[in-house]
């Protein structure tokens, strides 16, 4: 019963996305006809940056897992990464993280310990979307108190037990500490990370229009907190959430024409980044 309300949870919330999204195209169809890029320049920037995030993501892997005092090389981390990056948009939302715990204990790593570092990877990366998402100024009170819980649940004091808790409910016995200390790198790493990505989303913007200075921070911190709410919100890699609530967030800043495209073509780049990098993943050796 559970699993039946999780589908129609999911799958509704899909389509009523893709509603709002048909809508909001309908109403600025005219809008959107008469965007030119005016700077190709800046979608290559794009895809540049994405790429960058993409390998520094790989990184924040990595990361992880030294904190859970299970380091692994570098370059595995980012190789493993980029090579399972794109099975995300597959339905279900978990192959990526499937093929990265699979390869993970070909490393050598305890099962626990590897689906624990996947599971730590959004929440970070949650810290620092809300981390940025201040600058834009609506909710601040939510996002404060979001990333305060965030922030909590990372704390080895917080995480161990409720991780020990739920390893014992499986039938297992309880693991000793499995984070000795606060992941300030790891944490430090994912905010690096969403600022990637949210430069990603200023290049396609300017490849459009020109922004003003006093823009920008708002354009990068309703980026993060749409991304945030694109990873609380369940959907195959975020797709159509992300795109809904910044379309939602950004209409004071963006006309909703520009915003459209701007979405679309970041979308595009994003997924082309992501495929870029697990195609050359896959010709270098993990070392």
């Known amino acids: 019963m559970g699993r039946h ?28 006809r008469t965007l030119e890029i005016q700077g190709r320049s800046w979608l290559f920037a794009a895809l540049g940056l994405g790429l960058m995030a993409q390998l520094w993501c790989g990184c924040l892997w990595g990361c992880i897992l030294r904190a859970l005092q299970h380091p692994v090389p570098q370059r595995w981390s980012v190789v493993t990464f980029l090579k399972n ?34 599971m730590l990877e959004p ?10 998402g201040l600058f834009y100024g609506a909710q601040p009170l939510l996002k404060l108190g979001s990333l305060a819980l965030v922030l909590l649940v990372l704390h080895p004091r917080v995480l161990n037990p409720i991780w020990g808790w739920l390893h014992l409910r ?18 430090l790493a994912a905010t690096l990370f969403m600022m990637l990505r949210g430069l990603t989303f200023l290049c396609v913007v300017l490849a459009f229009t020109p ?20 990873l609380v919100i369940p959907a195959p890699g975020g797709l159509g959430v992300f795109e809904a609530s910044a379309i939602n967030i950004l209409d004071e800043v963006l006309s909703p024409g520009l915003l459209l495209g701007a979405v679309a073509v970041y979308r595009l780049i994003s997924i082309s980044a992501e495929v870029l990098g697990a195609g050359v993943a896959y010709v270098v050796r993990e070392g």
């Open 5 to 32: 309300l999780s589908f129609v949870w999911r799958w509704g919330l899909m389509a009523a996305t893709l509603v709002f999204l048909g809508h909001t195209l309908t109403q600025h169809w005219q809008d959107v």
């Open 123 to 132: 929440l970070l990366v949650m810290a620092g979307a809300l981390g940025i």
């Open 170 to 187: 499986r039938g297992k016995p309880n693991l000793q500490h499995c984070m000795g200390q606060y992941p300030v790198g790891a944490l």
């Open 211 to 230: 922004i003003q200075w006093a823009d920008m921070s708002q354009l990068l911190g309703g980026f993060s907190f749409a991304w945030f709410l694109s």
């Open 85 to 118: 990056s794109p099975a995300k948009y597959l339905p279900g939302s978990v192959w990526h993280f499937y093929g990265r715990i699979r390869a993970a204990q070909q490393q050598g790593l305890p099962l626990e310990f590897a689906t624990l570092s996947v």
